[in-house]
């Protein structure tokens, strides 16, 4: 398992966020956001991975939204054996910080990981490795760095178009007919890129199953018939909620309840 991010350069990009953060926290912050982070990573270099789990959900409840956080968060679940966990807040990690390379590794190393304790318990492992291929696609892409490739390929499509109109050269038109309908292609696809990664593409909000086995129910009751069972870091995509259940859909179509807890959202 990869350490934690507490050099200088991820230590000072999450005390940043830790700083802003403050200011709008309620009394739940008694404490310094800073010292909780720091305690946390000091739980986790100590080999108290339930210790550091506290201390980085304490961040997160108080509203801190940080790869760092999420990053250490993952490594302390990964510790603890709780590998749900541990894929749910590497993905969140990468979520916020696409391209993370020790995420990435990171997050390889806990799949496979719960994919061998998997296959010790029932003697195979089924765990999806990989999200969706549209998601694939945009994933080392942030939504900001998307935006701007359309907005920079929108104003150069525009603006060939207008080119295209004025200018009496032959040749010049020829290129720029040629030139903007493969601007116009590259557009359309930044566009659905950012759509993909603004969740506009899928049926609901993208989570993890974070236990073993969660029984996936008729209704949002624990009395309701169990339809079947999810497996700890399957991919899910929340359609409905109800209370503390959660309505799911799973691949291959399958759809229920689970619990609350049983879930985490991306």
């Keep these: 398992m990869k350490a934690p991010l507490t050099g200088p350069l991820g230590a000072l990009a999450a005390l940043l966020?830790?700083?802003?953060?403050?200011?709008?926290?309620?009394?739940?912050?008694?404490?310094?956001?800073?010292?909780?982070?720091?305690e946390a990573n000091a739980a986790i270099f100590a080999g108290d991975a339930e210790a550091a789990i506290t201390g980085y959900e304490r961040l997160v409840a108080a509203g801190v939204v940080d790869p760092d956080v999420s990053y250490n968060l993952a490594?302390?679940?990964?510790?603890?054996?709780?590998?749900?966990e541990a894929i749910r807040w590497f993905e969140k990690s990468l979520a916020e910080s696409p391209g993370n390379d020790d995420a990435e590794e990171g997050l390889s190393e806990v799949r496979s990981a719960l994919g061998r304790r998997q296959a010790a318990r029932d003697g195979e492992a089924l765990i999806?490795?990989?999200?969706?291929?549209?998601?694939?696609?945009?994933?080392?892409?942030?939504?900001?760095?998307?935006?701007?490739v359309v907005l920079g390929l929108e104003v150069l499509f525009f603006g060939l178009l207008v080119l295209f109109g004025r200018t009496p050269h032959e040749n010049r038109r020829l290129a720029y007919g040629i030139t903007a309908p493969l601007i116009a292609v590259m557009l359309a696809g930044a566009a659905y890129g950012l759509l993909?990664?603004?969740?506009?593409?899928?049926?609901?909000?993208?989570?993890?199953?974070?236990?073993?086995d969660a029984p996936v129910r008729e209704g949002p009751h624990p009395q309701?018939?169990?339809?079947?069972?999810?497996?700890?870091?399957?991919?899910?995509?929340?359609?409905?909620?109800?209370?503390?259940?959660?309505?799911?859909?799973?691949?291959?179509g399958r759809r229920g309840w689970l619990s609350q807890n049983d879930v985490g959202a991306l």
Aim: net charge negative; aromatic share 8%; hydrophobic share 40%.
């Design 17 to 38: 966020c830790l700083a802003v953060s403050l200011a709008c926290t309620t009394p739940a912050s008694a404490q310094r956001l800073d010292e909780i982070f720091a």
């Design 128 to 148: 999806e490795n990989k999200p969706p291929f549209a998601e694939a696609l945009v994933r080392p892409f942030s939504r900001s760095v998307l935006a701007g």
């Design 196 to 212: 993909v990664k603004a969740g506009f593409t899928t049926d609901g909000e993208p989570a993890i199953i974070v236990t073993e």
């Design 75 to 84: 490594v302390a679940h990964g510790r603890a054996g709780h590998y749900g």
């Design 224 to 252: 309701a018939e169990e339809r079947a069972t999810a497996r700890e870091g399957e991919r899910a995509y929340i359609v409905g909620r109800d209370g503390d259940w959660v309505q799911v859909r799973l691949p291959e």
